[in-house]
């Protein structure tokens, strides 16, 4: 995933972002409107757009706090092979 697609599905659940406002890497989600009704949401989307599932050790609100945080843990998973498969 890149950068261009965080940010667009990131925007979808800032319900207190202005339009056309940056997101800054260290801003507050909960600020900008993510509950944890939108971050469950959020989170759905950002696997299923990058492939990726999050591991159990990145649910934490500390993942969910800003936009940089939230990235990081996308580009962690991204990077890890997919467990599973036939079996």
Request: net charge negative; hydrophobic share 50%; proline share 5%.
């Amino acid at each position: 995933m890149n950068e261009s697609a965080f940010d667009a599905i990131l925007r979808r659940h800032l319900k207190y972002l202005p339009d056309g406002a940056d997101i800054a890497p260290d801003a507050q989600l909960r600020d900008l409107g993510l509950d944890s009704m939108q971050a469950v949401e959020l989170l759905f989307d950002l696997e299923d757009e990058a492939g990726v599932v999050l591991p159990d050790s990145a649910m934490t609100a500390q993942t969910f706090a800003t936009a940089a945080s939230l990235w990081a843990a996308i580009e962690e998973a991204t990077a890890q092979p997919v467990a599973g498969g036939a079996g």
